[in-house]
Structures are given as C-alpha cells and as structure tokens.
C-alpha cells in the first residue's frame, strides 16, 4: 500500500468514527482530496486508491491534470475564490464550484456552462468570520446571493461553504461551522432547498462533522505539505 493510499485508508476511518460519534450516517458526508499543489501521478494515485472526487484552487494547474487524467472518472471541484477571468474553464470544467461569493460570478458561470452539461453545482462561501480582509460574502447578504444563484438556468445551488480561520480546540473549532449550518438552515426557510455544507479541513474535520457538514475538504492529511510556488 503507498503512502497515498494508507493516508486515504485512515482518514476514512477517522471520518467514520467522527461520524458515529455524532450518531451520523457514514455515507452523510463525501471526502473531497484537495489535490492543489500535487502532481497528476498522485491524483492518480489516490484514484487507484478508491478516491473519486479531487479539489483545486488553481485553474492552470487544474486544467493539466483535468487534461491528464481523461482516462480516469473524476468528479472535480474547484474550491479557490473565483475571479472574473477563471469563470469560462470553471463552467466547462468542473462539476462543482464552492467559492462564489458575488453575483456578477454567479451570473458569469451560468452564461458560461455548456448546455451538454448538466448544471453546476454552487456552494456560496460566507465569510462566517466577518473579517473584511477575507474571501465570502457576509451573511447580511446571504439571502439575496442564494436567491439569485437558485434563479439563474446553468446553475444548481447547493449549499454553503467557509474557510474559517484556524483555531485550536474541539468548542472553539464548532463555533463558526455551527454558524453555517445554521445559515443554511435559515435561508431554506426563505424556499431553498439547499443540502449541502462544505466544510472541515484537516486540522477541524472533527468539529465539522458534530456541526453536519456534508463535504469534507482534506488536503494535507492525504497528500501531506505541499509547496504552491507556480501555480496560478
């Protein structure tokens, strides 16, 4: 078994404890590997390793290895903020987006996405933190944002995704994923239907699980530290 692979194997079953812990069904939650800064050969890796569904922040980097690994079956998702110039590959490219945080993206991934796709599954990233410096929208203008997504024809509002910032301890780390689980559930009041939180990485997954995320974001845990220098 490759180092990959062991990885994979115990992050699983440390997600299946966490899960049971929280008297949660194991198949409530899918691992997403964040494969940024890792080759090709690695995501393949994992694949062999029984991994399907791979995260990316960085387009160019993304596009290689989508490119790559036509050969395989992938889900892929791209996970780091969008900006105006990445909207077109993201549309034509990925199966999910978790980072729009702005309606002229959404309305842009939307115009963009091929019709032989099937919509583009969005998660809107709040900035549960309410720091100013920090990618998300905040949540007084989350309602309008979720109403706008779940209106435009190419598109499947999904959920809600955050990045909060890193803390130490169980309570500490629950706080701001409670605070998104509990925005989704207000928004849905308003006639959303949405069902997923993407949230949870690999120094809090635990916290996310007590707090119902649905799609953990695991990187350094499977693949270790990675160096991003060059990619864009």
């Given at each position: ?150 209106n435009l024809p190419r598109l ?32 849905n009041t308003h006639g959303l ?40």
């Open positions: 078994m490759t180092t990959i692979a062991k990885n994979l194997h115990a992050i699983n079953l440390a997600i299946a404890q966490g899960m049971r812990l929280a008297n949660r069904h194991k198949d409530a939650i899918q691992l997403l590997a964040v494969s940024k800064g890792v080759s090709a050969a690695s995501v393949r890796e994992a694949h062999q390793a029984g991994q399907r569904a791979f995260g990316e922040n960085y387009i160019q980097e993304a596009l290689n290895k989508i490119e790559l690994l036509r050969d395989l079956s992938l889900q892929w998702h791209f996970i780091g903020p969008i900006q105006g110039n990445k909207t077109q590959a993201i549309a034509a490219h990925f199966a999910w987006a978790h980072g729009v945080d702005r309606s002229k993206i959404a309305e842009r991934l939307s115009a963009q996405r091929p019709a032989d796709l099937p919509p583009l599954n969005v998660c809107i990233q709040v900035n549960v933190d309410e720091e100013a410096s920090k990618s998300g929208i905040m949540s007084d203008n989350l309602l309008d944002l979720a109403r706008t997504v779940a499947k509002l999904r959920g809600l995704m955050c990045i909060p910032a890193p803390t130490e301890g169980l309570e500490n780390q629950r706080i701001p994923f409670a605070k998104l689980r509990e925005l989704l559930q207000e928004i239907a949405m069902d997923t939180l993407s949230m949870g990485m690999s120094h809090d997954f635990n916290a996310a699980i007590l707090e119902g995320a649905t799609i953990m974001r695991i990187g350094t845990a499977i693949f270790g530290k990675r160096s991003y220098e060059g990619t864009q």
